[in-house]
């Protein structure tokens, strides 16, 4: 059974940080790209972050300075650091498990947890 489970979203004032985990179990997390998305009512989701199984890395410009992705294999754990939040980054944020061979029906997703950010 596959389990993507993310944790750490909460309320925040502008220019706070929280720290993200998506902890992963049922499949072979050392050798998937994991990505952070993020949506708000009415838009699409969207990529924030993504770190590949050989450890490149890549970011939306919105983010970029702020936010640091990072996973450790021995705790099948993706985390993202969100620094200097804004009231833009309000969002549901979900953790996606990438197939390293593109059979997308074996991509995953998180259940998500709500960041907001508000004075």
């Known amino acids: 059974q596959v389990q993507l489970v993310e944790s750490g979203g909460g309320l925040v004032q502008p220019g706070e940080s929280l720290r993200l985990a998506c902890a992963a179990s049922?499949?072979?997390?050392?050798?998937?790209?994991m990505n952070w998305f993020r949506q708000t009512p009415g838009n699409q989701r969207e990529l924030v972050a993504g770190?590949?199984?050989?450890?490149?890395?890549n970011y939306a410009d919105s983010v970029k300075g702020r936010f640091t992705i990072s996973r450790d294999n021995a705790k099948n754990t993706v985390y993202l650091q969100m620094n200097s939040l804004k009231p833009a980054d309000t969002a549901v944020y979900y953790c996606?498990?990438?197939?390293?061979?593109?059979?997308?029906?074996?991509?995953?997703w998180g259940q998500g947890t709500q960041v907001t950010v508000s004075s």
């Open positions: 049922g499949f072979t997390f050392s050798a998937y790209h």
């Open positions: 996606k498990a990438v197939n390293p061979r593109g059979i997308t029906a074996y991509d995953y």
């Open positions: 770190i590949t199984s050989g450890g490149i890395i």
